[in-house]
């Protein structure tokens, strides 16, 4: 009896490697980490307040990417570095953002109108909900496999990535330095606003519970559509990052794997906790990308990221913060 | 499981029941159709399955003028016609009886398919087996990843349990790619057939001859049928039924929800391992494509466009999936967006699908639902027309 276990070898480790790159892999997989966080964000911020999944929100993000890519595409950036002031790239790159965070939005906010309303207005049970975000999130795809082709759109580089300062003996790449810090920037400002602002107290009283929260004047459907649409930019902001760091990673299907992981990410460090979104990020950007090197394949991060998202649910689905929306104090 | 609605207010839940109600009343005409149906006397029931039945088996031979597909060969597309509505009926045990969202579906399909492939190909160095004794044991391997899928994962709440299982989907779909002895996109040729051969000498399982395929899996279905029919009335299907309207509310009646889950996940995957070793069969090829979700998808709206719960409007819906792209082939490629949409407007329009879910009192049987049945024209009913799905 021949066996194929013993012929060949099905999954190698190669440790050596690991140690070798182990800081730059690092530093990798924190900026991968912290634009799954930005991404996690909607998942988050969605379920908090409806309980819900929304699928199709890597579907909300890659409207993003494309947007990114189109408005970048349009102001002259192409497949090598231009040949600009920093003031004028940075200038280029923000008008970019807002231009995605617009989009996303924008996705996010239709999905919400057009798909979810008429069910949450009949009160559907929540596998409608789910199958209806499957489908919206496969109309989507199918629009930009329609309108784009099954291929990735050009590779749009944004500037000149060059070594920014040393760590012990790694470099830190400029690239790596902007996503980090922004994002960090923006997950501190979701979460303030969560916590001090008007808009946030509504958040979390909808998420609470949502007829107090009515019976005491909050506008739940506004709330709702806030949090969709604030998730969507936040989606469209990660977008500008994940083109800054895959520049041809823009393609019909690319939202769905990213949306994957933004879950797990969500899921690891609390669905429905914003600060858990932001570990969870992190976290799930460092295991990923130290799985991928010690397979030796970066297509190993997939599996790497959905083996960790089973564990989680088996051990501690709440996830490591585990708290919900409603309770975080102001 | 036990809010249905996240977010349902007071007066929210008062407009809801009011709309049960109207819908309970509102008839639609398959509706007609179904209560037509369980009004017959059983011997023409089974007298009018046996003319459908023979009808099907003749479907390859009749080549239907306006039916017929032009660019595949009738056959062959009659063929793939019967695989997807046996994906369906698989993926309706899980999704329409139990209530278990499975989008990694297709993962147990590739599983099936590897099973065919690893222990007929001539390009494995595995011990071979013919071909008929790969069906069951890729029913039995499926099952045991379905168990072992099943076991950390059925604990989950139905959303999580979604993701879950897509996640699963993509591993197997990532595994056939990255673990070399599986061949990634060289994949497997010359995968094996049934025995037999026609009058001329030329076996009668080639991969060109869909009707021999069309003929295998239709038999194939007769017998799924028929086994899940009875399973459906018996104790599990009950449970099924209880897991799928109210989780909680049947775990506190005593049903074991976790064991019944977990069967129809093992049923489920059993099924769609068979499916997926006759498809390797027949196409003679298995590589690491094909396996992705939007093939997960197609089953699911398979399932949700025939009507989960009812495994006839299943293998409708199976048959329609597979045969729209393949008749208009215009639309193929288009596929996606057209069954996304209309997955949308399904649930905001008729989430029970074509053929709904039947509710009736599964315990007492036919005469007692016959006389339930006589009662509803006099008073309205009080519970049980919650919608499902």
Known sequence: VH??????????????????TFWPTTFNGLTFGAIYALVALGYTLVYGVLNLINFAHSEVFISG????????????????????????????????????????????????????????????????????AIGASFTIQGIFFKWRGA??????????DKPLFQFGSTQIYLRQFIIVLAALIMMIGVDQLIRRTKIGRGIRSVAQDPDTATLMGVDKERIIILTFVLGGALAGAGALFYVMQVPSGVMYTGGFILGIKAFTAAVLGGIGNVRGALLGGLLLGLIGN????????????????????????????????????GKVRA | MSTGTP???????????????????????????????????????????????????????????????????????????????????????????????DLGYVGFFAVGSYVAALWTSPDSTLVHLPYLWSLPLAMVVTVFFGILLGIPTLRLRGDYLAIVTLGFGEIIRLLATLIPPLKGQQGFQNIGRPPGTDSAGKALFLNTN???????????????????????????????????????????????????????FGIGAAIGGLTGAITAGQIGFVNNQGFNVQTSMLFLTAVILGGAGNRFGAVIGGVMVAYIPLRFTGIAEYKYLIFGVLLVIMMIFRPQGLFGARQHLLALGRTVNARVAAMRGAVPPATGTKETI
């Open chain 1, 3 to 20: 066996s194929i276990l013993a012929n060949d070898q099905w999954i190698s480790l190669d440790w050596v490697t690991l140690r070798q």
């Open chain 2, 7 to 101: 977010q349902g207010g007071a007066a929210e839940s008062q407009h809801h029941a009011a709309d049960v109600l109207d819908e309970a009343h509102k008839e639609s005409r398959f509706a007609t159709l179904q209560r037509k149906w369980d009004g017959l006397p059983r011997w023409q029931q089974w007298i009018a399955l046996l003319v459908v039945a023979a009808f099907l088996y003749c479907m390859p031979f009749l080549n239907p003028p306006l039916l017929k597909t032009t660019a595949t060969d009738f056959p062959v597309a009659c063929a793939e016609m019967a695989r997807y509505a046996l994906i369906a009926l698989g993926l309706n045990v899980v999704v329409g009886q139990a209530g278990l969202l």
């Open chain 1, 65 to 132: 990417a494309y947007a990114v890519v189109f408005t970048l595409s349009a102001l002259g950036f192409g497949p090598s570095a231009p040949d600009l002031s920093p003031a004028l790239i940075a200038f280029d790159l923000i008008l970019a953002g807002l231009a995605g965070m617009a989009a996303a939005a924008m996705v996010a906010f239709l999905l919400e109108r057009i798909a979810y309303r008429p069910l949450r207005a009949r009160g559907a049970p929540r596998l409608v909900f789910l199958i209806t």
């Open chain 1, 290 to 325: 130290y799985g991928a090197i010690l397979f030796g394949n970066a297509q190993w991060t997939d599996v790497v990221c959905f083996v960790v998202l089973v564990l989680v649910l088996m051990v501690r689905p709440n996830g490591i913060l585990g708290t919900n929306l």
């Open chain 1, 151 to 160: 291929n990735p759109e050009p590779a749009v580089i944004m500037f000149q």
């Open chain 2, 210 to 264: 869909g009707t021999a395929w069309y003929m295998l899996t239709v038999t194939v279905i007769i017998v799924v049928m028929l086994l899940l029919g009875n399973l459906e009335r018996s104790r599990v299907g009950r449970a099924w039924n209880a897991i799928r309207e109210d989780e909680d509310a049947a775990e506190i009646m005593g049903v074991p929800t976790f064991k019944f889950k977990l069967y129809a």
